[in-house]
């Protein structure tokens, strides 16, 4: 059924990536529901496979002692939705990989697949860019700490080297701490069809609950990669919270995008969806917080 060439089943990360040193060229199979599709169409056919599914030092969530949260890349969206931790301080995430395909794909599909992949649809992406997540990327060499923001290099591209591995996505507390946001999918049907557009935001809001204190918002199939509005959210630092606000961020976050006409939908219609998206998402982030309008 699938046309693999070699199939190795290491027992510990160390034996994963003194493999994936020994074949540089074979895949890393985790859950299989983006590379096993490809190898039954015969694109990945005659390819070697590493299988790290069984390795449960790549699974969990747990938070480190100075308030970091961990995900390990083997986690299953099922179980990030799920996770007590998730769920008290990062819910958008919980939410939006909630929104993934259909049960099966959500209890087999892993986060770390999800951004190493590198498509601009992925569910995941956005709001982990909008949490400022830390990726930890191991090889037989040692572990390479990198941004989650400079993780993409293009459609499908992601800064992989050869050897490496994501064993770890970490959120730091600061990233989290007293925010509250909400992820919208807009898809054709409500389940097992990918995003047409995504629009990930997170609020924090002053102490008296009138201004914005930091906004983030962030982007799936706005543009080639997953994307942060940077400079929107720069011009919406300090505003005061309105109606005013909400169309203020819907026109900056234009200046951050790139939208393409594909079979899926129009430019002009995911311009229409950015927009309208932004303006959902900022008004429940903000009243989730407590900001009245
Ligand atoms: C029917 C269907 C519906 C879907 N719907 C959605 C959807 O709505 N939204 C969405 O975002 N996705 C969707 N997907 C895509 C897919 O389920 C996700 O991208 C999933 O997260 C992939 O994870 P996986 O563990 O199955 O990855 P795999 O298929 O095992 O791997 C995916 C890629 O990541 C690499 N990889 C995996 N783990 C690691 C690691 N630890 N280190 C380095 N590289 C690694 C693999 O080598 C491969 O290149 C859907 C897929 C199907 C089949």
């Not at 496979?49 to 969990?60: A, F, H, K, N, P």
């Not at 999918?185 to 102490?207: F, H, P, Q, W």
């Not at 900056?252 to 790139?258: C, F, G, I, P, S």
């Amino acid at each position: 059924m699938y046309d693999f060439n070699n199939i190795y089943q290491p027992k510990t990360v160390k034996e994963a990536l003194e493999m994936k040193k020994a074949h540089p060229d074979a895949l890393l199979l985790a859950g299989g529901s983006d590379i096993l599709i490809q190898c039954r169409e015969g694109r990945l056919a005659g390819r070697d496979v590493i299988s790290i599914y069984t390795l449960d030092e790549l699974r969990g969530i747990c938070m480190e002692d100075d308030g970091t949260i961990l995900i390990r890349p083997l986690t299953s969206f099922s179980h990030i939705t799920n996770n007590p931790i998730i769920k008290k301080y990062i819910p958008t995430l919980g939410d939006a990989v909630d929104q993934i395909g259909g049960p099966q794909i959500r209890n087999i599909g892993t986060i770390g697949g999800n951004i190493c992949n590198g498509v601009t649809s992925a569910d995941s992406a956005t709001t982990l860019k909008t949490y400022d997540a830390i990726l930890e990327i191991a090889s037989v060499d040692g572990i390479r700490i990198l941004p989650y923001a400079d993780f993409s290099k293009g459609p499908g591209r992601v800064d992989l080297r050869e050897g490496e591995m994501l064993t770890g996505i970490r959120i730091k507390k600061d990233s989290y701490e007293n925010t509250f946001g909400k992820y919208i999918k807009y898809s054709m049907r409500r389940a097992m069809d990918i995003a047409t557009l995504g629009c990930s935001v997170n609020v924090r809001l002053t102490e008296d609950k009138k201004k914005v204190d930091r906004v983030r918002i962030a982007f799936g199939v706005a543009g080639p990669v997953p994307l942060r509005a940077l400079s929107a959210e720069e011009s919406l630092k300090g505003q005061l919270i309105s109606e005013e606000l909400l169309e203020a961020a819907s026109q900056a976050v234009m200046a951050d995008v790139n939208p393409r006409n594909s079979w899926r939908a129009s430019k002009d219609f995911r311009i229409q969806l950015i927009k309208e998206l932004t303006r959902r998402a900022l008004r429940s982030s903000i009243e989730q917080a407590g900001g009245e309008f």
